[in-house]
Nanobody, 125 residues
Framework: VQLQASGGGLVQAGGSLRLSCVAS????????MGWFRQAPGKEREFVAC????????IYANSVKGRFTISRDIAKNTVYLQMNSLNPDDTAEYYC???????????????????WGQGTQVTVSS
């Protein structure tokens, strides 16, 4: 399984970006998908995830109401729409996937088996 993340860039505060993560090697129809981010000097933190069924999503409190995770099964792609960005959102963003896991583990980076390379998001004030 390989994941390719893209869509990062430099944006002013209040702006929007949409990240994409294309999976190859298998379909992730039955796998859980997550987005994480890591700022310099900080630990990798959970951003959002979507349950394998596509019906349940979870968001970190810091992005709730501003970010939306979605997927296109036909394109084997997961998206992260990010609105109302602020400088605190500046980080390297990673997508990850794993076979369906316990609901309680969805926000834990260690629960994900496959990771894409990061895509940098920089928000200027």
């Amino acid at each position: 399984v390989q994941l390719q993340a893209s869509g990062g860039g430099l944006v002013q505060a209040g702006g929007s970006l949409r990240l994409s993560c294309v999976a190859s090697g298998r379909t992730f129809r039955d796998w859980d998908m997550g987005w994480f981010r890591q700022a310099p000097g900080k630990e990798r933190e959970f951003v959002a995830c979507m349950r394998y069924s596509g019906g349940a999503t979870i968001y970190a409190n810091s992005v709730k109401g501003r970010f939306t995770i979605s997927r296109d099964i036909a394109k084997n792609t997961v998206y992260l729409q990010m609105n109302s960005l602020n400088p605190d959102d500046t980080a390297e963003y990673y997508c990850a996937t794993t076979p369906r896991m316990a609901y309680s583990a969805l926000a834990q980076p260690a629960s994900y088996k496959y990771w894409g390379q990061g895509t940098q998001v920089t928000v200027s004030s």
